[in-house]
Protein backbone atom coordinates (compact mmCIF):
# COMPACT_ATOMS: atom_id res chain seq x y z
CA UNK A 1 0.00 0.00 0.00
CA UNK A 2 1.33 3.82 -0.40
CA UNK A 3 1.23 6.10 1.48
CA UNK A 4 0.16 9.89 0.89
CA UNK A 5 -0.18 11.89 4.59
CA UNK A 6 -2.70 10.09 5.95
CA UNK A 7 -4.45 8.13 2.92
CA UNK A 8 -3.59 4.96 2.06
CA UNK A 9 -4.01 3.41 -1.00
CA UNK A 10 -4.19 0.48 -2.61
CA UNK A 11 -1.54 -0.32 -5.85
CA UNK A 12 -3.61 -0.56 -9.28
CA UNK A 13 -4.02 -4.62 -10.28
CA UNK A 14 -4.50 -6.39 -13.24
CA UNK A 15 -5.51 -9.46 -13.18
CA UNK A 16 -4.54 -12.69 -16.22
CA UNK A 17 -4.69 -15.85 -17.06
CA UNK A 18 -1.36 -17.66 -16.59
CA UNK A 19 0.50 -20.65 -16.19
CA UNK A 20 3.79 -21.78 -14.68
CA UNK A 21 5.66 -24.71 -15.60
CA UNK A 22 8.26 -25.58 -12.82
CA UNK A 23 11.77 -27.42 -14.54
CA UNK A 24 14.04 -29.14 -13.58
CA UNK A 25 17.67 -29.26 -16.02
CA UNK A 26 18.96 -32.83 -16.95
CA UNK A 27 21.54 -34.02 -14.99
CA UNK A 28 23.37 -35.60 -17.85
CA UNK A 29 25.16 -32.07 -19.15
CA UNK A 30 26.38 -28.96 -17.39
CA UNK A 31 23.46 -27.39 -15.42
CA UNK A 32 24.33 -23.90 -17.82
CA UNK A 33 24.25 -26.00 -20.80
CA UNK A 34 20.77 -26.49 -20.31
CA UNK A 35 20.13 -22.92 -18.59
CA UNK A 36 21.53 -21.07 -21.86
CA UNK A 37 19.86 -23.69 -24.49
CA UNK A 38 16.87 -22.57 -22.83
CA UNK A 39 17.48 -19.16 -22.94
CA UNK A 40 18.12 -18.88 -26.34
CA UNK A 41 16.34 -22.03 -29.10
CA UNK A 42 13.77 -23.20 -27.14
CA UNK A 43 12.61 -19.50 -26.06
CA UNK A 44 12.12 -18.98 -29.92
CA UNK A 45 9.64 -21.94 -30.21
CA UNK A 46 7.51 -20.49 -27.05
CA UNK A 47 7.60 -16.93 -28.49
CA UNK A 48 6.50 -17.78 -31.87
CA UNK A 49 3.07 -19.34 -30.06
CA UNK A 50 0.21 -17.42 -30.77
CA UNK A 51 -2.08 -15.35 -28.20
CA UNK A 52 0.52 -15.09 -25.66
CA UNK A 53 0.19 -11.85 -23.77
CA UNK A 54 3.49 -12.05 -22.18
CA UNK A 55 6.17 -15.06 -21.73
CA UNK A 56 8.93 -14.48 -19.14
CA UNK A 57 12.05 -17.06 -18.22
CA UNK A 58 12.60 -16.68 -14.14
CA UNK A 59 15.99 -18.44 -13.92
CA UNK A 60 16.55 -19.42 -10.12
CA UNK A 61 20.03 -19.54 -8.61
CA UNK A 62 21.94 -22.86 -8.78
CA UNK A 63 22.41 -22.97 -4.94
CA UNK A 64 18.84 -22.29 -3.15
CA UNK A 65 18.83 -24.15 0.25
CA UNK A 66 15.37 -22.48 1.26
CA UNK A 67 15.96 -19.05 2.11
CA UNK A 68 12.56 -18.46 4.50
CA UNK A 69 13.52 -18.84 7.74
CA UNK A 70 13.24 -21.62 9.81
CA UNK A 71 9.59 -22.05 11.69
CA UNK A 72 8.06 -25.13 13.43
CA UNK A 73 5.91 -27.39 11.30
CA UNK A 74 6.46 -25.61 8.46
CA UNK A 75 8.58 -27.06 6.06
CA UNK A 76 11.24 -24.37 4.63
CA UNK A 77 14.31 -25.93 3.49
CA UNK A 78 13.92 -27.37 -0.19
CA UNK A 79 14.36 -31.06 -0.59
CA UNK A 80 17.33 -31.22 -3.01
CA UNK A 81 15.40 -33.10 -5.98
CA UNK A 82 12.94 -30.94 -5.93
CA UNK A 83 14.55 -27.93 -6.14
CA UNK A 84 13.32 -25.78 -8.89
CA UNK A 85 16.22 -24.74 -11.55
CA UNK A 86 13.83 -22.59 -13.91
CA UNK A 87 10.11 -21.44 -14.06
CA UNK A 88 8.39 -20.84 -17.39
CA UNK A 89 5.55 -18.21 -17.10
CA UNK A 90 3.32 -17.89 -19.56
CA UNK A 91 0.11 -15.75 -19.49
CA UNK A 92 -2.68 -15.16 -22.18
CA UNK A 93 -4.48 -12.54 -24.13
CA UNK A 94 -8.03 -14.73 -23.01
CA UNK A 95 -8.66 -18.20 -22.07
CA UNK A 96 -9.27 -19.40 -25.59
CA UNK A 97 -5.36 -18.89 -25.65
CA UNK A 98 -4.51 -22.24 -25.20
CA UNK A 99 -6.49 -23.56 -28.20
CA UNK A 100 -4.84 -21.48 -30.41
CA UNK A 101 -1.50 -22.22 -29.54
CA UNK A 102 -1.55 -26.40 -29.74
CA UNK A 103 0.71 -26.17 -32.91
CA UNK A 104 3.40 -24.56 -31.67
CA UNK A 105 2.83 -26.25 -27.89
CA UNK A 106 3.63 -29.36 -29.76
CA UNK A 107 7.05 -28.55 -31.00
CA UNK A 108 7.87 -27.56 -27.54
CA UNK A 109 6.99 -30.64 -25.80
CA UNK A 110 9.24 -32.22 -28.59
CA UNK A 111 12.37 -30.27 -27.25
CA UNK A 112 11.68 -30.48 -24.06
CA UNK A 113 13.49 -33.48 -23.40
CA UNK A 114 17.14 -32.03 -24.87
CA UNK A 115 16.93 -29.56 -21.59
CA UNK A 116 14.58 -31.17 -19.13
CA UNK A 117 14.28 -33.84 -16.86
CA UNK A 118 11.16 -33.29 -14.80
CA UNK A 119 8.58 -30.19 -15.56
CA UNK A 120 5.29 -29.84 -13.88
CA UNK A 121 2.89 -27.40 -15.46
CA UNK A 122 0.76 -25.13 -12.65
CA UNK A 123 -2.30 -22.45 -13.47
CA UNK A 124 -5.03 -21.02 -11.75
CA UNK A 125 -8.91 -20.00 -12.95
CA UNK A 126 -8.19 -17.06 -15.36
CA UNK A 127 -8.43 -13.77 -13.49
CA UNK A 128 -6.27 -15.41 -10.75
CA UNK A 129 -2.85 -14.38 -11.82
CA UNK A 130 -2.30 -10.54 -10.12
CA UNK A 131 -0.35 -8.47 -10.80
CA UNK A 132 0.17 -5.53 -8.56
CA UNK A 133 1.71 -1.85 -9.86
CA UNK A 134 3.87 -1.27 -6.94
CA UNK A 135 6.68 1.26 -8.36
CA UNK A 136 5.33 2.61 -11.80
CA UNK A 137 8.05 2.64 -13.75
CA UNK A 138 10.61 1.19 -12.09
CA UNK A 139 12.39 -1.97 -12.39
CA UNK A 140 13.37 -4.61 -9.74
CA UNK A 141 17.43 -4.80 -9.23
CA UNK A 142 16.79 -7.96 -7.31
CA UNK A 143 13.80 -10.68 -7.06
CA UNK A 144 12.57 -13.44 -5.07
CA UNK A 145 10.26 -16.31 -5.42
CA UNK A 146 7.42 -17.80 -2.70
CA UNK A 147 5.64 -21.23 -3.55
CA UNK A 148 3.16 -22.17 -0.86
CA UNK A 149 1.73 -25.68 0.06
CA UNK A 150 -1.49 -25.79 1.77
CA UNK A 151 -1.78 -27.09 5.52
CA UNK A 152 -3.84 -30.15 6.54
CA UNK A 153 -7.38 -29.10 6.05
CA UNK A 154 -7.08 -26.39 4.14
CA UNK A 155 -9.56 -26.02 1.27
CA UNK A 156 -8.40 -24.74 -1.95
CA UNK A 157 -11.40 -21.86 -2.45
CA UNK A 158 -10.30 -20.72 1.51
CA UNK A 159 -6.73 -20.68 0.67
CA UNK A 160 -7.20 -18.50 -2.49
CA UNK A 161 -9.37 -16.35 -0.68
CA UNK A 162 -6.59 -16.25 2.25
CA UNK A 163 -3.97 -15.04 -0.07
CA UNK A 164 -5.48 -12.66 -2.44
CA UNK A 165 -7.49 -10.86 1.41
CA UNK A 166 -4.88 -11.22 3.83
CA UNK A 167 -1.57 -12.39 2.45
CA UNK A 168 -1.21 -10.13 -0.31
CA UNK A 169 -2.37 -6.63 1.88
CA UNK A 170 0.59 -7.82 4.90
CA UNK A 171 2.98 -8.12 1.78
CA UNK A 172 2.13 -4.08 0.52
CA UNK A 173 2.72 -3.28 3.95
CA UNK A 174 6.25 -4.21 4.06
CA UNK A 175 7.07 -1.31 1.63
CA UNK A 176 10.06 -1.27 -0.91
CA UNK A 177 8.13 -3.75 -3.50
CA UNK A 178 9.46 -2.81 -7.21
CA UNK A 179 7.39 -5.76 -7.95
CA UNK A 180 4.58 -7.95 -6.63
CA UNK A 181 2.98 -11.39 -8.45
CA UNK A 182 0.95 -13.63 -6.79
CA UNK A 183 -0.46 -16.72 -8.12
CA UNK A 184 -2.73 -19.73 -7.26
CA UNK A 185 -3.11 -22.69 -8.59
CA UNK A 186 -5.78 -25.52 -9.82
CA UNK A 187 -5.06 -29.40 -8.10
CA UNK A 188 -2.39 -30.08 -10.29
CA UNK A 189 -3.20 -32.46 -13.36
CA UNK A 190 -0.26 -34.68 -15.15
CA UNK A 191 -2.66 -34.50 -18.00
CA UNK A 192 -2.67 -31.02 -18.34
CA UNK A 193 1.52 -31.15 -19.43
CA UNK A 194 2.27 -34.67 -20.11
CA UNK A 195 5.06 -34.42 -22.21
CA UNK A 196 6.95 -36.95 -23.46
CA UNK A 197 10.22 -38.50 -22.37
CA UNK A 198 10.23 -35.93 -19.39
CA UNK A 199 9.62 -36.98 -16.18
CA UNK A 200 5.72 -35.54 -14.39
CA UNK A 201 6.03 -36.99 -11.24
CA UNK A 202 4.65 -35.32 -8.23
CA UNK A 203 3.69 -36.78 -4.89
CA UNK A 204 0.45 -35.46 -2.83
CA UNK A 205 2.63 -34.32 -0.27
CA UNK A 206 5.05 -32.38 -2.44
CA UNK A 207 2.49 -30.50 -4.41
CA UNK A 208 2.31 -26.89 -4.88
CA UNK A 209 -0.62 -24.41 -3.85
CA UNK A 210 0.38 -20.69 -4.81
CA UNK A 211 3.37 -18.57 -5.55
CA UNK A 212 4.80 -15.04 -5.01
CA UNK A 213 7.20 -13.15 -6.81
CA UNK A 214 8.51 -10.04 -5.33
CA UNK A 215 10.86 -7.70 -6.87
CA UNK A 216 13.23 -5.72 -4.64
CA UNK A 217 15.19 -2.75 -5.73
CA UNK A 218 18.39 -4.89 -4.90
CA UNK A 219 19.99 -8.06 -3.16
CA UNK A 220 20.18 -6.13 0.42
CA UNK A 221 16.67 -5.00 0.40
CA UNK A 222 15.74 -8.39 -0.70
CA UNK A 223 18.08 -9.58 2.38
CA UNK A 224 16.34 -7.04 4.50
CA UNK A 225 12.80 -8.36 3.56
CA UNK A 226 13.52 -12.03 5.65
CA UNK A 227 15.22 -10.06 8.15
CA UNK A 228 12.79 -7.44 8.82
CA UNK A 229 9.20 -9.31 7.72
CA UNK A 230 9.72 -12.64 7.75
CA UNK A 231 8.97 -13.77 11.62
CA UNK A 232 5.23 -12.00 11.10
CA UNK A 233 4.54 -12.89 8.02
CA UNK A 234 5.14 -16.79 9.33
CA UNK A 235 2.27 -15.90 12.09
CA UNK A 236 -0.04 -14.99 9.61
CA UNK A 237 0.89 -18.04 7.10
CA UNK A 238 1.27 -20.42 9.60
CA UNK A 239 -2.65 -22.05 10.06
CA UNK A 240 -2.64 -22.12 6.15
CA UNK A 241 0.03 -23.63 4.78
CA UNK A 242 2.52 -26.50 5.73
CA UNK A 243 5.71 -25.15 3.33
CA UNK A 244 7.12 -22.18 2.52
CA UNK A 245 10.00 -22.74 0.01
CA UNK A 246 11.62 -19.45 -1.06
CA UNK A 247 14.21 -18.93 -3.69
CA UNK A 248 16.37 -16.70 -5.08
CA UNK A 249 16.46 -15.62 -8.32
CA UNK A 250 18.75 -15.01 -10.91
CA UNK A 251 17.51 -13.15 -13.80
CA UNK A 252 14.05 -12.65 -14.96
CA UNK A 253 14.15 -12.67 -19.33
CA UNK A 254 10.97 -11.16 -20.80
CA UNK A 255 10.25 -12.36 -24.48
CA UNK A 256 7.18 -11.80 -25.57
CA UNK A 257 5.35 -8.23 -23.92
CA UNK A 258 2.10 -6.56 -24.38
CA UNK A 259 1.75 -9.61 -26.94
CA UNK A 260 4.31 -8.67 -29.06
CA UNK A 261 7.53 -10.65 -29.66
CA UNK A 262 10.41 -8.59 -28.48
CA UNK A 263 13.86 -8.30 -30.60
CA UNK A 264 15.80 -9.17 -27.57
CA UNK A 265 14.73 -10.24 -24.96
CA UNK A 266 14.06 -7.69 -21.80
CA UNK A 267 15.61 -8.44 -17.96
Request: hydrophobic share 35%.
Given at each position: MKMSGNVTTTPEVSKHFTSSILLWMRTDQPRQAGMDRWKGPHSGIISATPGLLEYRQIH??????????NASGIETAIPEDRR????????????????VGRKQTALAFEDEVNI????????????????YDVAPGEKPG??????LRRGDGE???????????????ALLTTGGLKELRTQVFLPWNEKTWDTPNVAHDNPDDQHLHAS??????????????????????????????????????????????????LPHYEE
Amino acid sequence: MKMSGNVTTTPEVSKHFTSSILLWMRTDQPRQAGMDRWKGPHSGIISATPGLLEYRQIHLAEHNPGRWPNASGIETAIPEDRRIDGIAEVTFENALSPLVGRKQTALAFEDEVNIFRRTLLHAGPPGSSRWYDVAPGEKPGSRAIIYLRRGDGEGTVAFHTFVKKELTPALLTTGGLKELRTQVFLPWNEKTWDTPNVAHDNPDDQHLHASVILGFSDDAARDAFYDDHAGHLTELLDPHVSAIHAYDVDTALTYVKNGKILPHYEE
